[in-house]
């Protein structure tokens, strides 16, 4: 909750710092269309990598396979989309990491295997299985 609250305070204050900067390199305009460029360009890649998401999730759907790298992926190209449309450079960098599928993917398995529960051993000795039957 603190990480979020501590992104929410610093995160504003460090795009209008680099807002400041790039305009006073390339000018206030051109600042304002670089923004207005990077947010339409990255709202339609997510739309076009959402849609093939949706697609990889209908093919898993047909195959009686559960889509849960699809349902991830499809979270975070939401949240790369929201990323892109708020005006700045940060949200357009961490927007455009989330988008790209090599990048995303990569991200993904760093944080699932994170989540990743061990196996009980099928044979594991301090494990006694029994049935309803047996308890008398």
Known sequence: ?????????????VEIYLMIKVGTIIGTLNTLILIIFTAIVGVY??????INTLRSGISQLIQNQTPVYELISGATIAFAAVML???????DILGFIL???????ILIHSFSSKFKKEKTKVNDENIIDIDSEDIK
Request: hydrophobic share 60%; net charge positive; charged share 15%.
């Open 1 to 13: 909750m603190r990480i979020l609250l501590a992104f929410i305070i610093i995160l504003p204050l």
């Open 45 to 50: 890649y997510a739309r076009i990598e959402g």
């Open 85 to 91: 449309i708020f005006p700045g450079f940060m949200t």
């Open 99 to 105: 988008i790209f599928p090599i990048t995303r993917k």
